[in-house]
């Protein structure tokens, strides 16, 4: 009879060890997918940004079927020099230090070559899968019969804007190369 009541008085280190084990898995599942709902909580953000910026652009180009020498505050740099007009580099660089996700966007505009496009430059603790420098490009061209064009990626292929996670992104954001994509565009009719 004593040996029975002992047996019954608590649990076994072996049920205690599986109990926590359990909890561990739990635990180890709850933390990575917080952490997968913190990152797209980002990237929707980052969209909706976007998708601002594109649409200013979009109403600015239709209102006087012309690149638009101002979007969001920046004033394209490159369309200002070719109409021997001063913008200061505050002007143009939009820093953004409210946002934890977003350090600077500008706009720039190359008249001769018809062709604008919006780089947004991303915190690198929010994307620190980027390796450095973390950029998503929006680029707009007017091809040779008169019909615009828009892509949203990285700038170029290579790493020097980094790698952006482009497959967070929305399916239309997607380019591996925006500046090759405008080139290509400017010859169509």
């Known amino acids: ?14 049920e205690i060890m599986v109990a926590l084990a359990i909890l561990a898995i739990l635990m180890g599942i709850g933390v990575t997918s917080y952490e ?18 594109r649409g200013d652009f979009n109403a600015a180009y239709q209102i006087k079927n012309e690149l638009p020498m101002k979007i969001a505050d920046s004033v394209a740099w490159t369309a ?3 109409n021997k007009q001063k913008v200061s580099l505050s002007e143009h660089r939009i820093k953004m230090p409210e946002s934890d996700l977003i350090e600077e966007y500008w706009y720039d505009a190359d008249t001769k070559q018809k062709r604008a496009w919006i780089a947004i430059k991303y915190s690198k603790n929010a994307f620190p899968e ?12 007017i091809s040779k019969g008169g019909d615009l064009y828009s892509y949203c990626g990285r700038w170029t292929s290579s790493s020097n804007w980094g790698k952006f996670p ?11 190369c ?3 994509m405008l080139n290509k565009a400017r010859n169509l009719k």
């Open 166 to 176: 482009l497959n967070m992104m929305g399916p239309d954001c997607q380019e591996e």
């Open 178 to 180: 925006v500046s090759c």
């Open 130 to 141: 980027c390796g450095g420098e973390c950029a998503v490009h929006l680029g707009f061209q």
């Open 80 to 82: 200002s020099r070719q």
């Open 36 to 53: 997968y709902y913190l990152k797209k909580a980002k990237v929707a953000e980052a969209v909706i940004f976007q998708g601002k910026l």
């Open 1 to 14: 009879m004593k040996n029975n009541q002992l047996n019954s008085q608590g649990f076994t280190l072996i």
